[in-house]
C-alpha cells in the first residue's frame, strides 16, 4: 500500500463528496463538463508530470535543450486556445470544437505511448567509443559505463574530467581522463521516435487549444443570466479541473515510473478517452448548449469542395506540422509570442484612444498591469515542471520519513494483521531485521508524483481562501487586486527562498529534505490562489463589455509568456548530465539553489513594489472592483 495513494483517497473522499452533493442543485449539464474537463487534466498533467524526465532521460536532451522544449511546449499549449474560442464562437460552436479538440489529444497521448528504445549515451576516447548502460527512471535511474563486458561507476574529478570508478591497469581506457580529452555523445537507437513524439505533442497543443477554452465557455452557456449558481458551478467545474491533475501525477507518475513511460503516458491517453467518450455520451444533458451560432451557414460548401466546418477541421489538421516546427524552434516560438503581444497592444491602444473615455482608460490601464504581473507570477510558479521537476529527482530525499518505522500490529499468524512496516522501497531492502507477516506501507514517492503536491494544495486551501475573501467583502475590508497580486508575487519568491535557506539541512547525496519542496509547493499555491482566480475576474470587471473578450485574450498571452519565460528561467539551472543522470550532484544543487535564490529574491522585490505600487493605482478601477455583496473566489484555473 503506497501512502500517497492512501493520502490522495483520504483528500479526495474529504473533498469531493460535499462538490458531489452540491451539484445535485446544477443543470446536469455539469456533470457533463466536470467529468470530461476533470479526464482532460488528468491526460495533461499526466503527461507533464512525466515529460521533462522522458526528454532528459529517454532521449537523453540535456538540461538546457529539455528546457527550451519544454517551455516552447507550454507557452504554445497556452496562446493556441485564443484561436480555438475564436474558431468555436463565430462557427461551428463550443461542443464540437470540443469534441474535435479531444480526438486530437486521445491521438496526441496515445502516440506518446510510442517511445522506441531509449537513446544510448556514448563515451568517445582516443579514437574509440564505449557506451553506457542505464537502467530505471526518474531519482531510481542507475547509469554506468560497459567496458569489455563489465559495468564501472564513474564521477568527475574537481577539474572538470572524469574518473572511472575500479578500473583495471590493462583497461583499454584510463582510470581519470583530463577535461577536453573525451567527448560525450548520444547514439539515436530508433530513428522515428524523436519524430513521433514531437508530433503526439503537436498533436496535444492544437487539441488543447480547442478544447479547453471551449468547455469553460459551454459550462457558462448552461446558466441563464443573473443564475444565482452560477458561481458556485464554476467553483464545483474547478474542483474537477484540480481534481484531474491531482490524481494524475500520482498515478500516470507512478506507472511511468515502475514499468515504463508508455505505460504513465498510455494511462494519460486513456483518461482523456474516457473524458471525451463521457462528453459525447451525454450530450443530451446539454439541452442544446454550445451548438455552431449559424448551423446553416457552417454547412455551406466553400468553392463546391467541402463544408465551413470540415474546412475549418482540415486547416486545424494542416496546422499541426507548423506547430511541429514551431515546438522544436524555441526562437520562432518567442517571436510569434512577440508578434501577437505586439498586434493586440496595438488594436487596444487604438480602441482606448478612439472609443474609451477617461475612467474606462484607467480601468484598461489596471487590468494591464495585472496581466504584466502574472507574467512574473506563471514564470516562477511554472518551474513546477521544469527546474523545480529536475530538483526533485536529483537534489531531494522522496522518502516521506527519515527512518523506518515499525508499528505493533495484533498477531502474526491467528488472522489478525501483523506488525505495520512504513518504510519507503529503498529503506525496505536495508532492514535486516524485519517481522514475520509484516504489512508493508510504502512511504516513498517518485519525483513525478511530487506535481501532485500543487493541485493537493489547492484542493484543501481552495475553500479556505473563499471563505476569507467572503469574509474580508463582508467586512469591506477585501484588498483590493494589486495588494493580493503583491501576496501572489511574494509567495512565488519566498517559495524558492525556502530550498535556499534549507540548504545546508543537505545528506551526503546533497539531497534536501521532501518537506522542504513540499513547502515550496504550499507557499506557491497560496500564492497562485491569490493571483489566478482574481485576474481572471478582474478582466471581466475593468474591460469594457465591447472589449472583455480581447482583454482575457490579453491575460492568456500573459499566461503564455510566462510560460516562456518560465522555460528561459529553468535553463538557468541547468546541469551536466550522462546518460539522463546528474553527472555531480553537488554542482547541481549549488546551481539550482543559486537559481532559486535569485528569482526568489527577485519575486518578493517586486511583490513589495506592488504593494507599494497598489496605494497609487488602486483608485484605477474607478470601484469595478467594489463589492456590495459577499464574494465568492473560484478554485484556480489550470
Request: a neutral charge; aromatic letters at 14%.
Amino acid at each position: 500500500m503506497s501512502f500517497i495513494i492512501f493520502a490522495g483517497l483520504l483528500i479526495t473522499a474529504l473533498t469531493a463528496i460535499p462538490v458531489l452533493m452540491q451539484m445535485r442543485n446544477q443543470p446536469k449539464g455539469l456533470f457533463v463538463c466536470f467529468f470530461a474537463e476533470m479526464w482532460e487534466r488528468f491526460s495533461y498533467y499526466g503527461m507533464r508530470a512525466l515529460l521533462i524526465y522522458y526528454m532528459t532521460q529517454h532521449f537523453l536532451f540535456d538540461d538546457s535543450r529539455a528546457n527550451s522544449q519544454y517551455g516552447s511546449y507550454t507557452t504554445l499549449v497556452y496562446m493556441l486556445p485564443l484561436v480555438g474560442g475564436l474558431v468555436a464562437d463565430r462557427w461551428i460552436g463550443t461542443r464540437k470544437a470540443i469534441i474535435f479538440g479531444g480526438l486530437l489529444l486521445v491521438f496526441g497521448h496515445f502516440g506518446m505511448a510510442f517511445e522506441g528504445q531509449p537513446n544510448q549515451q556514448t563515451l568517445s576516447y582516443g579514437g574509440h567509443q564505449y557506451e553506457f548502460v542505464a537502467k530505471g527512471r526518474e531519482g531510481e535511474r542507475t547509469v554506468r559505463l560497459e567496458l569489455d563486458g563489465k559495468l564501472y561507476d564513474y564521477a568527475p574529478t574537481k577539474d572538470g574530467g572524469l574518473e572511472i570508478k575500479d578500473l583495471p591497469a590493462n583497461a583499454p581506457i584510463p582510470a581519470v581522463m583530463p577535461k577536453g580529452s573525451y567527448e560525450f555523445g548520444v547514439k539515436k537507437m530508433t530513428p522515428w521516435a524523436e519524430t513521433a513524439f514531437f508530433l503526439s505533442i503537436s498533436l496535444i497543443v492544437m487539441g488543447v487549444g480547442f478544447l479547453k477554452p471551449n468547455i469553460s465557455s459551454l459550462v457558462g452557456q448552461l446558466y441563464k443570466d443573473r443564475d444565482p449558481r452560477r458561481d458556485s458551478g464554476f467553483q464545483l467545474y474547478y474542483f474537477g479541473i484540480n481534481m484531474g491533475s491531482f490524481w494524475a501525477a500520482i498515478l500516470c507518475g507512478f506507472l511511468g515510473n515502475k514499468y515504463g513511460w508508455w505505460a504513465g503516458f498510455g494511462l494519460a491517453g486513456l483518461g482523456m478517452l474516457t473524458g471525451l467518450v463521457w462528453f459525447v455520451l451525454g450530450r443530451k444533458w446539454l439541452e442544446g448548449k454550445g451548438e455552431a451560432p449559424d448551423p446553416v451557414a457552417v454547412k455551406t460548401k466553400v468553392g463546391g469542395v467541402m463544408s465551413k466546418e470540415w474546412l475549418i477541421y482540415a486547416v486545424g489538421i494542416i496546422f499541426i506540422p507548423v506547430v511541429f516546427l514551431l515546438i522544436q524552434h524555441n526562437d520562432y516560438v518567442r517571436l510569434v509570442l512577440l508578434a501577437s503581444f505586439t498586434l493586440i497592444m496595438i488594436y487596444i491602444v487604438f480602441q482606448m484612444v478612439t472609443k474609451f473615455n477617461r475612467v474606462e482608460n484607467y480601468r484598461l490601464g489596471l487590468a494591464m498591469v495585472l496581466t504584466l504581473a502574472s507574467v512574473v507570477f506563471w514564470s516562477l510558479f511554472e518551474q513546477a515542471g521544469s527546474s523545480l521537476s529536475l530538483f526533485a529527482e536529483r537534489n531531494t530525499n522522496l522518502n516521506i520519513l527519515s527512518h523506518p518505522i515499525i508499528v505493533g500490529g495484533g498477531g502474526t499468524g491467528g488472522g489478525g494483521l501483523g506488525p505495520i512496516v512504513l518504510a519507503s522501497t529503498e529503506q525496505l531492502a536495508g532492514m535486516t531485521n524485519l517481522p514475520a507477516h509484516y504489512f508493508w506501507i510504502e512511504m516513498g514517492i517518485t519525483a513525478s508524483n511530487t506535481q501532485s503536491f500543487n493541485a493537493g494544495f489547492i484542493l484543501i486551501f481552495a475553500p479556505i481562501f473563499a471563505a476569507i475573501f467572503s469574509f474580508l467583502a463582508r467586512r469591506k475590508q477585501d484588498p483590493d487586486p494589486v495588494k493580493k497580486f503583491a501576496f501572489g508575487l511574494t509567495c512565488a519568491g519566498l517559495g524558492f527562498l525556502v530550498l535556499v535557506w534549507a540548504s545546508p539541512l543537505a545528506d551526503g547525496a546533497f539531497k534536501l529534505p521532501l518537506i522542504f519542496l513540499m513547502l515550496t509547493y504550499l507557499i506557491h499555491t497560496l500564492g497562485e490562489l491569490a493571483v489566478s482566480p482574481v485576474g481572471l475576474s478582474q478582466q471581466t470587471k475593468l474591460s469594457p463589455v465591447t472589449l472583455v473578450s480581447t482583454m482575457m485574450a490579453v491575460w492568456f498571452l500573459g499566461t503564455s509568456g510566462g510560460q516562456y519565460l518560465a522555460g528561459w528561467i529553468a535553463g538557468m539551472a541547468g546541469t551536466e548530465t550522462v546518460g539522463g543522470k546528474v553527472l555531480d550532484a553537488s554542482a547541481a544543487l549549488q546551481t539550482s539553489l543559486k537559481t532559486f535564490n535569485t528569482i526568489g529574491w527577485t519575486g518578493i522585490g517586486l511583490g513589495i513594489a506592488f504593494f507599494l505600487i497598489s496605494f497609487l493605482i488602486k483608485g484605477w478601477a474607478h470601484g469595478a472592483s467594489d463589492t456590495d455583496a459577499p464574494v465568492e473566489e473560484g478554485l484556480a484555473d489550470k
